[in-house]
């Protein structure tokens, strides 16, 4: 009879630590799985939109920009705009993609504040992507308009002076380089990696100040 009794215990006790571990990798596996909980008002649109006139360049994609954001939020502000190029081709032409970069400020809980991003690509002359996402804070968003004034022209002057600083020759030392330049009031980015599958390899980096045009620092 004790025997007995010492037997059920550990059989008892067994199938109590089997039940454990199961629950314990239920547990694990589920919190792995788990995935941040999104805003309500989060979104993403690929739906590529063809638009009717051709775009060569930022100033070109503006008035499509707005449209696409203006229906989702009429007071969203435009505050940078990056250009992404493959190549010497669209390097050049200062085309490829053009990314708007809006956001947009707390009104309610049902209008909170966020960001907004609108692709356009050149090859295609299409908007190839939306997305807004939201923070949800209230108060106050702090944010800098970005300043259309002389655009094309900026622009050059931004390309102009990285790429004399960079030198062309080591830019075209790759057979597709990919570059990206990234635009706001205050300043602008302009990075050239090898290649596009090899985005996060940065050989060259020039930040360049929007008023002067100097060159504010370098990774060379």
């Not at 004790?2 to 215990?9: E, R, S, Y």
């Not at 009717?52 to 940078?80: C, M």
């Not at 990075?191 to 599958?197: A, G």
């Amino acid at each position: 009879m004790k025997k007995t009794c010492v037997l059920i215990i550990k059989v008892t006790i067994i199938i109590l630590l089997v039940l454990l571990f199961i629950i314990g990798i239920t547990i694990l596996i589920g919190a792995l799985q788990e995935k941040p909980p999104e805003h309500p008002l989060d979104f993403q649109d690929t739906g590529r939109t063809v638009l009717e006139k051709p775009i060569n360049s930022v100033e070109d994609g503006l008035p499509y920009a707005f449209n696409r954001a203006y229906e989702w939020r009429q007071d969203v502000v435009l505050t940078e705009y990056q250009i992404i190029s493959i190549g010497e081709e669209e390097l050049k032409g200062k085309n490829g993609k053009f990314r708007y970069i809006f956001q947009f400020p707390y009104i309610n809980e049902s209008k909170p504040s966020g960001i907004m991003f609108i692709s356009i690509n050149t090859n295609t002359n299409s908007i190839e992507f939306v997305s807004a996402s939201h923070d949800g804070q209230a108060g106050t968003r702090s944010f800098s308009k970005l300043n259309l004034g002389n655009l094309t022209e900026s622009i050059k002057k931004v390309y102009d002076v990285a790429i004399k600083h960079i030198g062309e020759e080591n830019i075209y030392q790759y057979e597709q380089p990919f570059v990206r330049v990234y635009v706001n009031s205050n300043f602008a980015r302009f990075e050239v990696s090898p290649s596009q599958s090899e985005p996060n390899i940065i050989e060259y980096r020039v930040k360049i100040d929007m008023k002067t045009f100097e060159i504010l620092t370098t990774n060379e």
